[in-house]
Structures are given as C-alpha cells and as structure tokens.
C-alpha cells in the first residue's frame, strides 16, 4: 500500500515588529488533487502562529497534540509559552516519534511580549533552528529564491506580506503539488491578522 | 508492504557540516560552520552547530540535526540537574561517557550523529573528547567531525603542535574549516568559535573568508 504526500508550499519571514506565515490549501494523493481547502496555518494564539507542509492527518494530529500541551503548559505554569518554548514543545512530541515520524515540515513564529520577532523551522524529526525567513514543502527552492532575493532585514509589515505571497505565487506557479490559495497568518504584538487570497 | 512515500518531505535536515577541535596550551578550541542541509539544498545559513551544555563544557556536532540536538540538550539537562542536585559539576569525560552510554543502548536504532565535547578535566587540563555514533569515546589532542572533515584534517596534521597559543589556536581552527568550506558542498556560510579557557568562554564568528565579524566574552 502506498500513502502519497500532501504536497505543499509554506513560508515564513519575520519583520520590524512581527512575522508573517504562509501556506497554500491543496492536497495531493499523488497526481490526483484530493482536496483544494486544506488549511496548513495555525493560529495558536495572537502571538503564536504555526505554518505546516507534509501529510494532513500527521500535521493535524501533531497540532492537535501540541494545543493540549500548549494549553496544559500554560494553565498549569500561569505563564504565556514564548515561541522558542511552543518550538521547542513541538519538537519533543516530534522526536519523540523518532522512528515512526510525523510526516510534516514546520515554521513556528511569533513575538515574545515586549521581545523580537522569532522564527523557527522544524523537520519531520523535531530539529529546531533559527532563522529570519524560511520556506518548507515540495515548493521549497522556489519559494527560497524569491525570500532569498527580496528579504531584508527590518521590513515593514506591507513589504513583508507582499513578500511572501510572492514567493507563494512563484511557488504555486511552478509546484503542481501547491495551489489554490494562500492562507496568510500575520503575527506582532497587538493581535494576529488572518487574510486568505482565493487563487482558483 | 507498506510503503510510505513523502517526496522531498522525508529529507531530513543534516548538518553535513565540518567541525573542528584542538586543544592547546590552556584552553580548547572547538569552530564549526554554520550551514545546515537538506539533501543538496541550503537549508539553513545561520545553524548553530557549536552548542552549550554547561557553563564550561561545550560540544559540536553533526550528522542528523534533530538526533544532535536531542542529545546535547539531553546532556546538558544532565549537567544542570546534576550541579542543581548534588553540586557536582560534570567534567567533558562524563558527559561523553553518559552520551556514549545512550549512543550504545540505542542500537539497533542509532542515533545519527558524530560529536566532540570540550572542556577542562577535574584535573584542570584542556580535553577534548570523541563521541561517534556507536558509542565510542576517546580522547585527542586534535579532531574533526563530519563531511568536510577529511579536509580540515590534511590542515590540522600539518599546523598542530601542542604549544600553540590561544590566537594561533585559532587561526588555525578557524584554517581548517576554510580548507573544508573551500571543497566540501556540505560546509560553508561562516565559522562560529568558540575558546573555552580558565578565564571564561570566549565566541567569535567569522566569514567564509575568514574575517572576523563578531566577538563577545562571557
């Protein structure tokens, strides 16, 4: 039996004040579009947000857990979970399924209160890293070029929404395993903004 | 059979990466580059391979990031836990010795991952230590870890002698890794180092090049 891959496109940048994540809504099973309305970002709360590219059962099952976890975390602590700590939360769960893996890629970024903006991205085993901008999913050297030619560092928030859904619009160009649309997840310190652009 | 097929998702992110280490008069030295990839893509330009895991005990590593950093983080939870609980702060040969204990009992699913850890001994010497991925420990004057790190070595063999002092130390770390990011595609991006001496630790980065960018001391 073969599982086929929900091929995907996301990407992430962080800019003067926030960040920004975005992530496209098809699903393959192999050349076949199964679905065109899967949505791959996450809002976790105003500050926290998580853009995934992967299998849609293991990246909607590993949210799922990572919530519970998340607001355990929180109610039990009484303190907000900062970013790294949603990251690095997320990657215990995925290394914790270290032979039997979550099949998805993910971004996590957001603003600490009264911190800088963070971005990190996660393989299918839990590694974490940090960076300014990432992108992730079969769309991901398309969408690198553009991030890697247009990103700079302090941008303002229209300029980095116009980045990426550049890079969105390039990968889903030339990606048949992205499209769709593009779910938009922007992230600073006063509330999160969600924004979708219907590409079909 | 099952099968399960994930196309460019099920490569995983490596740190092909080159490390180095050397001890010298009184200190040790540990550089390694900053790269991090996905098969033959660039995943990431700013990696941290060179990792903390107590106050005078640091490691680098390579191989498949999230096995490397499960278990330096794991070690260094060790470390904390053990200074918080009994007031005993690790030295480089147990850390090494506690990983080789996970690296070993892993089998038949092993970790993937290659590491030097360096520090001072309870004796108050430089050390350096060798994990590799099946449990080994032993202790070098020297050593390079992963894809570049044949290349490092040829610099390594001919420029180390015990004696050098701590700005030779480096410059000779910090040619090596050049050496490798020069031929290796797997290595490049900048070099992190970091010198760990009685005085404290000391980080510095530096370009491709080999020009210095940064520098702080803690």
Redesign the interface.
Known sequence: ?????G?ATAVGLVYSTGAVLAADRRVTYGPYIMSRAVKKVAKITDRIGIAC???PSDFQKLLQYFKFNFTLYEQEAGIPLSVYGSAKLL?TL??SR??IPF???LIVAGVDEGGAPKLY?L??????????YAAI??G??LA?AVLEKGFRENMSREEAIRLAEDAMRVAIARDV?SGDGIDFLILDEKAAEEKFIKLR | MLELRSDKASTLLESKTTTVGLVYSDGVVLASDRRASRGMLVSSKVARKTIRISDDVYATISGLVADAQFLTQLAAAVAGYELYENKHRLSPREVAVYLSHRLFYARPFLYITHLIIAGFSEDGSPQLLNVDLLGMVSEEKYLSTGSGSLLAFSILEKGYTPELTEEQAIKLAVDAVKAAISRDTGTGDGIDVTVITRKGIRTLRFTVKGELVEERES
């Open positions: 039996m073969v599982y086929y891959s091929g590219a992967g299998f990657s995925m290394y270290r032979l099949l998805t890629e991205s393989d299918a085993v839990g590694s974490v890293l940090e960076d300014k999913g079969t991901t050297e690198l395993l």
